[in-house]
């Protein structure tokens, strides 16, 4: 399974950044996975973000939950990130990543995506 994060490398402050996460060798719609959104700032620890599951219900980060929306194509296997109302605090790695239920653990990471929000 290998999974590519794709998007603008520079969004704008108060704008919305869109990011697509295509996931190929794998259906997203394959029991016992969730897909995951993660991110790392320059210089600090990860964050998770939300994800969605293989049923299509979603789940967010409390302290993003307002501004995120993680929706999924299954024609196209893509799973997608939005978040509204960026500030330069959004600035990060974004990371597409596999949770496998079973095992409890990420198992499959893209290779992640620089969103830098600046004017």
């Known amino acids: 399974v290998q999974l590519q994060e794709s998007g603008p490398g520079l969004v704008k402050p108060s704008q919305t950044l869109s990011l697509t996460c295509t996931v190929s060798?794998?259906?997203?719609?394959?029991?016992?996975?969730?897909w995951s959104w993660i991110r790392q700032p320059p210089g600090k620890g990860l964050e998770w973000i939300g994800w969605?599951?293989?049923?299509?219900?979603?789940n967010y980060n409390p302290s993003l939950k307002s501004r995120t929306s993680i929706s999924r194509d299954t024609s196209k296997n893509h799973i997608t990130l939005q978040l509204s109302s960026v500030t330069p605090d959004d600035t990060a790695v974004y990371y597409c990543?596999?949770?496998?239920?079973?095992?409890?653990?990420?198992?499959?990471w893209g290779q992640g995506t620089l969103v830098t929000v600046s004017s």
């Open positions: 990543v596999r949770w496998w239920v079973h095992e409890g653990r990420y198992d499959h």
């Open positions: 969605i599951d293989y049923s299509g219900s979603m």
């Open positions: 060798g794998g259906s997203i719609t394959t029991n016992d996975y969730f």
